[in-house]
T-cell receptor, first 110, second 116 residues
């Protein structure tokens, strides 16, 4: 089983739609959680951290369920510019290592 | 401008010909890391460094070497490249806070390597 699993997609949605991505992680000792965004052929960039109480940044909402070892990202009012691959990232336990999921591809259609 | 730079950005080489990919950051970060990204496998860590002269293996270190003689530079060395090392390579850096890697890793623009 992969340490971090994501649905690879692609998710094809119209502009203005709400879309949600899910991610599961296997190491219950994981301590920090993030969503990174990666545009085609570019480097990953931090989108947002994920906190236990859930957190929001504009149109983006991230949630964490430690009991189910599950992270989610909700994007409201999708824009064309949201088209990218979204990487679920977990840092954990006794190491400083970031574990990356393989990413979920989002394509927002006009 | 705070950034991580990598060179070269694109490289085609042949099996067995030693090569070095350079990585440099101007943010005075202690932590630096190399990843490779392959379709369906995501980003996998090759090597990382917590500070000058301190390096350690990641998940896929075979066939690679690194060095950290200066804080800002973290070159990746392929002594004898093979076709299975064809990949997209990213260097990243981050500060340490209390010995723990900070939340944000800053990535370089990537190096596309093709080994024939």
């Amino acid at each position: 089983r992969k340490e971090v699993e994501q649905d690879p997609g692609p998710f094809n949605v119209p502009e203005g739609a709400t879309v949600a991505f899910n991610c599961t992680y296997s190491n219950s000792a994981s301590q920090s959680f993030f969503w990174y965004r990666q545009d085609c052929r570019k480097e990953p960039k931090l989108l947002m951290s994920v906190y236990s109480s859930g957190n929001e940044d504009g149109r983006f909402t991230a949630q964490l369920n430690r009991a189910s070892q599950y992270i989610s990202l909700l994007i409201r009012d999708s824009k064309l510019s949201d088209s990218a691959t979204y990487l679920c990232v977990v840092k954990g336990g006794a190491t400083n290592k970031l574990i990356f999921g393989t990413g979920t591809l989002l394509a927002v259609q006009p | 401008e705070a950034q991580v730079t990598q060179n070269p950005r694109y490289l085609i080489t042949v099996t067995g010909k030693k090569l070095t990919v350079t990585c440099s950051q101007n943010m005075n970060h202690e932590y630096m890391s190399w990843y490779r990204q392959d379709p369906g496998l995501g980003l996998r860590q090759i090597y990382y460094s917590m500070n000058v002269e301190v390096t350690d293996k990641g998940d896929v270190p075979e066939g690679y070497k690194v060095s950290r003689k200066e804080k800002r530079n973290f070159p990746l060395i392929l002594e004898s490249p093979s076709p299975n090392q064809t990949s997209l390579y990213f260097c990243a850096s981050s500060r340490l806070a209390g010995g723990v890697v900070a939340e944000t890793q800053y990535f370089g623009p990537g190096t596309r390597l093709l080994v024939l």
